[in-house]
């Protein structure tokens, strides 16, 4: 087996943590993020009815249970 040189090796682990960064710092927010995933939803059923795709957008009450643990509901959700 090849040895792989310490410079070698220090320029990959600074591309790794480099690319890493880049990844974690371009990731889009948690509304980017839901809607998203709600379309992914509603695209992964082409031609069904608009009545059902209609239900992969949350309403209020969903988004209050789909959220991160531990992070506080705004006054409006704690109400309901």
Not at 43 to 66: E, F, I
């Given at each position: 087996?090849?040895?792989?040189?310490a410079?070698?090796?220090?320029?990959?682990?600074?591309?790794?943590?480099?690319?890493?960064?880049?990844?974690?710092?371009?990731?889009?927010?948690?509304?980017?993020?839901?809607?998203?995933?709600?379309?992914?939803?509603?695209?992964?059923?082409?031609?069904?009815?608009?009545?059902l795709?209609?239900?992969?957008?949350?309403?209020?009450?969903?988004?209050?249970?789909s959220?991160?643990?531990?992070?506080?509901?705004?006054?409006?959700?704690?109400?309901?």
């Amino acid at each position: 087996m090849r040895r792989v040189s310490a410079t070698r090796q220090r320029l990959i682990g600074a591309a790794v943590v480099l690319a890493a960064a880049v990844g974690c710092a371009s990731f889009p927010d948690a509304e980017s993020t839901q809607a998203l995933g709600e379309r992914m939803v509603k695209d992964a059923y082409p031609g069904m009815p608009s009545t059902l795709t209609s239900r992969a957008v949350q309403d209020a009450g969903q988004k209050a249970c789909s959220r991160i643990a531990g992070e506080k509901l705004t006054a409006d959700e704690a109400a309901r």
